[in-house]
T-cell receptor
Framework: EAGVVQSPRYKIIEKKQPVAFWCNPISGHNTLYWYLQNLGQGPELLIRYENEEAVDDSQLPKDRFSAERLKGVDSTLKIQPAELGDSAVYLC?????????????FGPGTRLTVT | DQQVKQNSPSLSVQEGRISILNCDYTNSMFDYFLWYKKYPAEGPTFLISISSIKDKNEDGRFTVFLNKSAKHLSLHIVPSQPGDSAVYFCAAEIQGAQKLVFGQGTRLTINP
């Protein structure tokens, strides 16, 4: 069974440029998460989807970040414009039904460097 | 406000000995606790979890202990193997919110 797929794996952009990350969750997983991981820190939730609905986007900086999950499968996370402080690893995860105590499966992440 | 804290950034243990990783939390509304393991350039992978109604859960070489009165949990790895060298994250799930709050991680190094 294929795991969570993310692309690109690495991205270097100049500040003020836009950037987009793509995630393909495990087949059949209806819950999808985007996390931000700063160096030396644990992942922090940005947004959670149940199918195509964003059910928790309270931590998403909506002035520059946006996300979508069309048809309840793949998802994209966009930053426009990027700032130096956005340099981090962006992780996508999925789970089956988002059950309490259930395991989340993480992709390898996209390492973003903003110069 | 760090609700889940791993106060040891790193830990070094000799192969074959016990590794003990610690985690403290502040929110009484957490109902599940999980440990994830992360290798470089990979995403975190689930290791073991425990419900807040239990005080111990065991899976092979891995055992998690929960002390609710102290708001403390620990992960024991016995015996430690070189492949256990990784960063370990403690995570807690907020009751009903299906949301994980992660600690900062502890880098475990197993020395041969």
């Amino acid at each position: 069974e294929a795991g969570v797929v993310q692309s690109p794996r690495y991205k270097i952009i100049e500040k003020k440029q836009p950037v987009a990350f793509w995630c393909n969750p495990i087949s059949g997983h209806n819950t999808l998460y985007w996390y931000l991981q700063n160096l030396g820190q644990g992942p922090e939730l940005l947004i959670r989807y149940e199918n195509e609905e964003a059910v928790d986007d309270s931590q998403l900086p909506k002035d520059r970040f946006s996300a979508e999950r069309l048809k309840g499968v793949d998802s994209t996370l966009k930053i426009q414009p990027a700032e130096l402080g956005d340099s981090a690893v962006y992780l996508c995860a999925s789970s089956l039904n988002g059950l309490a105590g259930g395991e989340q499966y993480f992709g390898p992440g996209t390492r973003l460097t903003v110069t | 406000d760090q609700q889940v804290k791993q106060n040891s950034p790193s830990l070094s243990v000799q192969e074959g000995r016990i590794s003990i990783l610690n985690c403290d939390y502040t929110n009484s509304m957490f109902d599940y606790f999980l440990w994830y393991k992360k290798y470089p350039a990979e995403g975190p992978t689930f290791l073991i979890s425990i419900s807040s109604i239990k005080d111990k859960n065991e899976d092979g070489r891995f055992t998690v202990f929960l002390n609710k009165s102290a708001k403390h949990l620990s992960l024991h790895i016995v015996p430690s193997q070189p492949g256990d060298s990784a960063v370990y994250f403690c995570a807690a799930e907020i009751q009903g919110a299906q949301k994980l709050v992660f600690g900062q991680g502890t880098r475990l190094t197993i020395n041969p």
